[in-house]
Every structure is written in structure tokens, then in C-alpha cells.
């Protein structure tokens, strides 16, 4: 399967964007999908992640960003609102097939997206 992000780009602090992760090559309804960032000079790290009807997200971003999917379009999505300038990364979309585990280890995901750039602006 290949993922494939969008919806990077600059935003003021308190500001909005919806990134989205689009799958092809075969089905991901099955699949736990989960978002990354890394932000420059830090590690790799979760945002937060979807599978069945269960989510799960990181600390610092509960209560401001959504994670959702659209199996239809076979689609995942992060709403970010409410950015702050620490919330300035690359952000990474990935997947792994037949798991209804959430792990918020990047070792555990097979597939990964070429990543997207969120930049918020104080």
C-alpha cells in the first residue's frame, strides 16, 4: 500500500489545518493507521492513531486535533486546531495491516507516507 499526505502548510498559532492521508494499492479498513511529527532536531513522535471505532493521541494534543478516517474514500485525516508554534513538524502518516492494537511506537507501523510540513507561525 502507498500513503500519501497532504494538507501541510503555514498557519498563525491558534489557527487550523486538516491533514489528510490518502491510501492506495489495496483496502486499509483494516489497518491501524496513526499520524507522526518530527520536528527539527527532535525524534520521531506520535500524534495519535485510529483503529475500529478506538483513538488514541498523544498528551500534547488531546482536546485540539481529531483523528478520523473515511474507509469509502480509504482516507485518514488529522484536524489540528488551535496550533501552536511547538506544534511545528513534519508530519507523517502510517499504517499497519491486520491490527487492532494501537502502538505508539513508530517501529511498530509498516508503511509510512512521505510526510507533510506544518509550520505555525507565533
Known amino acids: 500500500v502507498q500513503l500519501q499526505a497532504s494538507g501541510g502548510g503555514l498557519v498563525q498559532a491558534g489557527g487550523s489545518l486538516r491533514l489528510s492521508c490518502a491510501a492506495s494499492g489495496r483496502a486499509v479498513s483494516n489497518y491501524v493507521m496513526a499520524w507522526f511529527r518530527q520536528a527539527p532536531g527532535k525524534d520521531c513522535e506520535f500524534v495519535a492513531a485510529i483503529v475500529g471505532g478506538s483513538t488514541s493521541y498523544a498528551h500534547s494534543v488531546k482536546g485540539r486535533f481529531t483523528i478520523s478516517r473515511d474507509n469509502a474514500k480509504n482516507t485518514m485525516y488529522l484536524q489540528m486546531n488551535n496550533l501552536e508554534a511547538e506544534d511545528t513538524a513534519v508530519y507523517y502518516c502510517?499504517?499497519?495491516?491486520?491490527?487492532?492494537?494501537?502502538?505508539?511506537?513508530?517501529?511498530?507501523?509498516?508503511?509510512w507516507g512521505q510526510g507533510t510540513l506544518v509550520t505555525v507561525s507565533s
Open positions: 502510517a499504517g499497519r495491516p491486520y491490527s487492532y492494537r494501537i502502538d505508539t511506537s513508530d517501529q511498530w507501523y509498516d508503511n
